[in-house]
């Protein structure tokens, strides 16, 4: 688990957003990110629940094994963080930004206190591992020699040319656009994602020949 006594020590903090008055200014993404120290000190706030209401059913619909990556990254091994959490997750990096968190809803710290800002851990990880190079594409050993039409390539059809890449199945996108992801990059008014969030998506889903 996180710290021990984290949770009784340490408040819930949140990336802070830029003054209204610069923010309508421009189109880059407007959050502030907390330092490493303090994402280590959310993750601390983790009480490692016997019955972790964060994940499955109750909370992460993609199954994010989130008590695991908050100790991770509590013991600062943030690669292996960021292994675990794209053993279950495709893309956190969009997810880290603009999943409503319904985790955070069932956390149990919820019940008396303020959630683990596990959306905010998740964000940091992803971050990390994009900057680290440590997130590549996984070659699978043997091609099935099919070859399948993905409708669409928006988040969950790029999720799903990763899947078939790593079973080794040639995958090609129709859609509207010639780039991916790219209503979420360039149009999307609510989440305002930098370009180079989705563009550092590529080298994951694009198939190796
Ligand atoms: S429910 Fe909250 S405190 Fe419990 S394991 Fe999940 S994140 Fe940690």
Redesign the pocket.
Known sequence: M?KVTG?LEIDRQEQRYEPASDRVRHHREFTIPLTEPEVRNQAA?????GI????GDT?CPVHNQ??DW?DLVYQDDWEEASRNLHSTNNFPEFTGRICPAP?EE?????LEDT??A?KTVEQAIADKAIKGGWVRPQIADKKTGKKIAVVGAGPAGLAAAQQLARVGTRFTFTSVSQSPAACCAMASPISRWKRAISISVRPRWKPKA
């Not at 706030?45 to 629940?49: F, G, L, N, V």
Request: contains cysteine; glycine residues 8%; hydrophobic residues 30%.
């Open positions: 996180g949770f706030r983790c009480m490692d629940c972790p209401y964060c994940h909370g989130i008590p908050n985790c069932a956390c149990t710290l919820n959630p683990v596990i």
